[in-house]
């Protein structure tokens, strides 16, 4: 029987032009292989191998592997895509965890980080007058400000935004949580995500 553990941990996926496009589990990513819808590449030598190849090589005694009844393969850590030339939709969904990702849990009024609890989500033009729940018209805002804000504009209550909401720019890129990171993945996927613990 196939090992479970290392079936499910993370193997990234690159489309044919070698861009990271998101993370699999090995289980999904040894079935590809096989298919030859995708191969693996090698992170020592970035070399690319199908399955035939890939069996091949020799596993040391500490690399994890997976066995088969046949044999045992190395895990891929990387394996490219053979015809995926695409990259993931660019739209990023508007909800309340991506907003406070965007927004880096402050308050976009005083500047203050209080904690998730005492976060709210302020309507830049509030529903009263028309405003809607948007990337461009919603903030966080700490529940003190939100308090003095109420249900009028910004400059009604004497108060400015710090910087004006936005549709993030981080769509595409392939967020990887820091417990699941692998070295010989740094080559492909930008350093600012590392610093950043996602949640599943």
Not at 53 to 64: G, H, I, K, T, Y
Not at 65 to 77: D, G, I, K, S, Y
Not at 177 to 195: E, H, L, P, Q
Request: hydrophobic share 35%.
């Amino acid at each position: 029987m196939l090992p479970g553990g290392i079936l499910q941990e993370r193997t990234l996926v690159l489309n044919r032009s070698w861009m990271a496009i998101t993370t699999t589990s090995v289980r999904h990513a040894v079935s590809l292989v096989y298919q030859r819808a995708a191969r693996v590449i090698c992170p020592d030598t970035y070399q690319t191998h199908d399955f035939d190849s890939w069996s091949e090589l020799a596993v040391a005694r500490d690399q994890p592997c997976v066995r088969t009844v046949a044999n045992q393969l190395r895990v891929p850590e990387i394996i490219v895509l053979a015809t995926y030339d695409g990259l993931p939709r660019r739209n990023v969904p508007f909800s309340r965890r991506n907003l406070y990702r965007r927004d880096q849990h402050m308050c976009q009024y005083c500047g203050g980080r209080p904690g998730t609890e005492e976060l709210s989500i302020d309507h830049v033009i509030p529903r009263s007058r028309g405003g809607r729940s948007t990337w461009e018209n919603c903030v966080l805002a700490c529940v003190e400000c939100n308090k003095r804000k109420s249900n009028r504009m910004a400059w009604e209550a004497g108060m400015a935004l710090l910087r004006h909401p936005r549709v993030p720019r981080w769509s595409w890129d392939v967020e990887v949580s820091v417990g699941r990171r692998r070295a010989s993945w740094d080559t492909f996927i930008s350093d600012r995500y590392w610093n950043t613990e996602l949640k599943d």
